[in-house]
């Protein structure tokens, strides 16, 4: 009989696997405090700096599996690529309190990115998420100055998929207020739909006053950028361009609880123009009933 094919079996990862500490009596390693995270009563961890990379990705992976009161996670400023990242992603996804999650200033680049994208969805609490400088919209895992010095600058488009799939995970999140993603050659268009969806969640999320600046925003600065005094050359009269705008805000307002006594405040304040227009038209008119009896008269004399 013929031999068959040998199975090729991967060895389960001792790491990933582990149910127990793998080092007892190790406090730290390699910079991270193990011991601490194992306690599982750990709610900030901040590693800033301590220039982690893949390797310690696994350790990361194996400790925070028992942080599940983690709020606060800081991996700023270290050597992270999009490798580690994807290490780390599932173990992430499942630590439903974290709040705050910063990994800026690390090279994780687009498939980095897309991978945050997904930890985002998954923390329905997370409230702040920062990745600046963190070549968002680089294709590839080389470092973009390297790239730049291969390849033709001309010939290196920035990839949008990571900030895209960030922006359409934002679309359907009700609870992170800050999103930072500065210096990652990002377009403004996508920023702006981003940073919009930002403020109306600060709005929902925390103070009537919040949502309220947002719909005064909205609308008084576009009565702003359009609101502009005409001098009637016939009257002198001055035309109030406003007028419809403000009273389109006071029905906003009341719908949110105090727009009937600003709509009676803006009413009176229409009447006393109005009082004032027919003022002026009428000091206007004897004016020129005036001019038109001493222009008779002196005819008259003549």
Excluded at 92 to 97: D, N, Q, Y
Excluded at 142 to 160: T, V
Excluded at 177 to 204: P, Y
């Amino acid at each position: 009989e013929g031999k068959g094919e040998e199975e090729n079996i991967e060895p389960p990862d001792p790491i990933d696997t582990a149910t127990e500490p793998l080092c007892p009596s190790v406090s730290e390693l390699c910079g991270i405090p193990i011991k601490t995270m194992l306690d599982g009563g750990l709610e900030t961890l901040d590693l800033e700096s301590c220039r982690l990379g893949l390797v310690e990705s696994y350790l990361l992976s194996h400790g925070l599996k028992a942080c599940s009161n983690l709020t606060n996670l800081n991996l700023s400023k270290n050597k992270f690529k999009a490798g580690a990242i994807l290490q780390m992603k599932d173990v992430l996804m499942s630590m439903r309190e974290l709040k705050s999650i910063d990994f800026s200033h690390n090279l994780i680049c687009k498939s980095g990115g897309v991978n945050l994208s997904d930890v985002m969805e998954s923390c329905d609490k997370l409230e702040c998420m920062k990745l600046n400088s963190c070549e968002l919209t680089n294709s590839k895992v080389e470092p973009m100055i390297i790239r730049k010095s291969k390849e033709n600058p001309e010939d290196i488009i920035p990839d949008m998929f990571a900030a895209l799939k960030i922006r359409n995970v934002m679309a359907n999140h009700k609870k992170v207020i800050v999103l930072e993603l500065e210096e990652n050659g990002i377009e403004e268009i996508i920023l702006k739909g981003i940073d919009m969806r930002l403020t109306v969640n600060r709005a929902l999320l925390h103070s009537r006053s919040d949502f309220e600046k947002y719909v005064d925003d909205k609308f008084l600065l576009k009565e702003e950028k359009n609101k502009r005094e005409m001098v009637n050359h016939i009257t002198g009269v001055e035309v109030d361009h406003g007028h419809f705008m403000r009273e389109k805000i006071s029905k906003v307002r009341h719908h949110i609880g105090e727009g009937e006594s600003i709509m009676e405040i803006r009413r009176r304040e229409k009447r006393e123009r109005d009082i004032q227009e027919e003022a002026v038209l009428a000091k206007r008119a004897k004016e020129l009933e005036e001019k038109k009896r001493k222009k008779e008269e002196l005819e008259g004399m003549e």
